[in-house]
């Protein structure tokens, strides 16, 4: 498998590109804003062909290029239906301070061709197998996304639930810290230690790392867990 990224923009959002490998089809995860010029290089540099869309959640920093990356490529986008009216009026999902800056100034639509999310869903997308997994809490509407390489190893784009040492905030428009937690136990710590997590901010972690340090999951709890799987090198496993 091979996952390309790089942070967009000045609020540094973390846009992916994932395929079973060069010169082929692949999805792309999150194009943020200004993610246009550095994702046409990326798929340059790999030799790939978008054929979608993926998006975590509906906030203005991870869907500002959704527009012009799946019009431009005629591609589909993929969001739950619960933050879908935040393509066209992203100001319903800002704070008050985002709203003051954006506000007014761009115009924002939906692309020509948006498809919804559902829960448990398995979208066989570029060659690749990807569950989706309704996460909210951030947002109504946040998910996650996951598939696994060749030897195994389970990959989970995690848009802005779980950071390295964090998660995302829960105090703006539609968020919920008591469905963040149940997101964080039903999600990731049912998972084994070694589920590489690429949040939508940051560096990349393991379920393991986060389990063991992060406060946030630390009075969490969760029958059954596998905790004896061993850590991987991150930069070794996904080429960042």
């Known amino acids: 498998m091979l996952v390309a990224g790089f942070p967009a923009g000045s609020f540094r959002t973390n846009c992916y590109v994932v395929a079973p490998a060069a010169g082929g089809p692949c999805v792309v995860v999150d194009p943020g804003q200004h993610a246009v010029d550095p994702l046409e290089e990326t798929l340059a540099r790999h030799r790939l062909t978008p054929v979608a869309v993926l998006l975590t959640h509906g906030h203005l920093d991870h869907t500002f290029s959704v527009a012009p990356v799946c019009d431009g490529h005629d591609i589909p986008a993929w969001i739950h239906p619960g933050d879908r009216e935040l393509l066209a009026d992203p100001a319903k999902g800002m704070s008050r301070q985002a709203t003051a800056v954006f506000g007014g100034r761009i115009v924002f639509r939906e692309p ?129």
């Not at 389990?211 to 009075?219: E, F, G, V």
Request: proline share 5%.
């Open 112 to 240: 020509a061709d948006v498809r919804e999310l559902t829960d448990g869903a398995e979208l066989d997308l570029a060659g690749l197998s990807v569950r989706v997994e309704h996460a909210p809490g951030h947002t109504p509407g946040s998910v996650v996304f996951s598939s696994a390489t060749e030897d195994g190893v389970e990959i989970v784009f995690a848009g802005d639930t779980l950071f390295a040492g964090s998660i995302g905030r829960t105090d703006l428009p539609g968020g919920d810290m008591a469905a963040m937690r149940g997101s964080l136990r039903k999600v990731f710590l049912s998972r084994r230690d070694d589920t590489v997590v690429l949040p939508g901010h940051g560096a990349a972690t393991t379920v393991g790392r986060e389990r063991a340090a992060n406060p946030y999951l630390q009075d969490l709890h969760e029958d059954d867990v596998p905790t004896d799987a061993p850590a991987v090198q991150l930069d070794r496993r996904i080429g960042l």
